[in-house]
């Protein structure tokens, strides 16, 4: 299947520049040489990528987003979406354990100060640190603003209790940006978002957590005892929190929605090299309508998921802000949802042998589940669409 990019006389185009070509390119090779090989085995074993992820630091694939001049660099959301959809082809695990740094320093990126950006993200373009995003807990996932960790200022300090559950790449961070309330009688408007070394004391991973897919990626609880942490590892002031996470997970769920393009774009063309070659009733499968119509679905529901992606990611970088809420939503279900039907009809296209682990799209759809999860529900994401359509803003 061949993405479409050439220019048109409209004004609008879907031509990547000589530079957007480079960089997908160099993102496509590092998949299919440097996690394609190895992604059998850390599914298996459950296995951190750490040489995989210094690698892509190595190579420039980390930290898209931060600026250029804390030493990042500094490309767009849509650039993002070049790299993400190759990564995740490759493995999704291993492409979300290179890629949630952009989570995890998302708040620091847009609403860190000077001081926060210079201290939090340049060391992250140093050397291969991951950091991490604290805002899902054992009894507030979809409903963050129940959350129940607590930030209570004393001095120049603040002390957090409580605890963080499904947080990716915790157990292999630094640092994570956890979101606690300041005020718990204010609801939403009660939180706030702190930057806590995870080598504070009082800090404590509970526990790895075994996952049905996407099983590189570390996913990890941890607790919070009296963790200590100054006032300017706040974010913003008290009780911008719930905002500031939100307008995080606007920013970065087109980059998650992207990766689930690339696990659908995997299975697509798994199934497409299948069908050719396996034969059934004296021709090969492809002949089959039952089989062709499904992946004539496919390879129409990859290219519409990967064009939301884009569009939701331009709208970003055009500075639209709230205005992107609702792109950001529409890619992240859109996207999420099909993955989970791509894989699953291209096990179907597999047949038996679909449904062993030794043929490569059984795993594809124990991946594609959590795209249906993380960062959002594809109900959460119906809840954003519908709130934007029905409730109007006054910002
Ligand atoms: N940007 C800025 N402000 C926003 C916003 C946005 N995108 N969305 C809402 N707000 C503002 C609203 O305007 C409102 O402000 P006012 O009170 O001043 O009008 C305020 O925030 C409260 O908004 P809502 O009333 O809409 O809030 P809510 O409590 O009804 O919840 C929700 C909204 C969309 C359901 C939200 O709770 C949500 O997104 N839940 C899903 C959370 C999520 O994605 N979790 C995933 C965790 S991260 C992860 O998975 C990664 C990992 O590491 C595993």
């Not at 956890?178 to 408007?189: E, I, L, N, P, R």
């Not at 009733?281 to 884009?310: K, Y």
Request: with cysteine; proline share 4%.
């Amino acid at each position: 299947m061949t993405t479409i990019e050439h220019g048109t006389s409209t004004g609008v185009s879907f031509a990547l520049t000589d530079e957007q070509k480079a960089l997908r390119e160099l993102a496509r090779e590092f998949a299919a040489n440097e996690i394609r090989p190895v992604e059998h085995e850390h599914d298996v074993d459950m296995r951190h990528p750490a040489e995989i992820v210094a690698k892509a630091h190595a190579v420039g694939l980390m930290n898209l987003h931060v600026p250029e001049e804390y030493g990042g660099p500094g490309l767009s959301c849509f650039d993002g979406m070049l790299v993400g959809e190759e990564l995740y082809w490759g493995c999704s695990g291993i492409g979300t354990s290179i890629t949630a740094n952009g989570l995890g320093a998302g708040p620091v990126v847009l609403f860190g100060s000077d001081e926060q950006k210079a201290r939090w993200l340049a060391p992250l373009i140093e050397s291969p640190i991951l950091c991490s995003f604290g805002l899902s807990e054992p009894g507030a996932g979809s409903d963050v603003a129940s959350m129940k960790t607590t930030a209570v200022r004393d001095g120049d300090d603040y002390v957090l209790n409580g605890s963080k559950t499904f947080i990716t790449n915790a157990g292999y961070a630094d640092w994570t940006v956890v979101f606690a309330k300041t005020d718990s009688k204010a609801g939403s408007k009660g939180m706030s978002a702190f930057i806590v070394p995870m080598d504070a004391t009082g800090v404590t991973i509970e526990q790895h957590l075994d996952k049905m897919g996407q099983r590189a990626t570390d996913t990890s609880a941890f607790a919070l005892q009296d963790v200590r942490v100054p006032v300017e590892n706040r974010i913003g002031e008290e009780g911008d929190g719930f905002k500031i996470a939100m307008a995080t997970l606007d920013f970065t769920r087109p980059g998650t929605a992207v990766g689930a393009v690339g696990v659908a774009r995997a299975a697509y063309e798994h199934s497409v090299a299948y069908a050719r070659e396996r034969v059934t009733f004296d021709m090969p499968i492809a002949m089959h309508q039952g089989v062709n119509f499904m992946i004539a679905d496919m390879a129409t529901e990859v290219e519409a998921s990967r064009l939301l992606c884009w569009q939701a990611a331009w709208m970003l970088d055009e500075g639209l802000g709230r205005g992107a809420t609702l792109y950001s939503s529409f890619a992240k279900r859109f996207a999420a949802d099909t993955a989970m039907k791509v894989t699953t009809d291209a096990v179907q296209v597999f047949g038996g042998y679909g449904y062993m682990k030794e043929y490569p799209v059984e795993k594809l759809m124990r991946d594609a589940k959590l795209f249906q999860i993380y960062e959002g529900t594809s109900q959460i994401q119906r809840l954003v669409i519908a709130k934007e359509i029905f409730l109007p803003r006054a910002d």
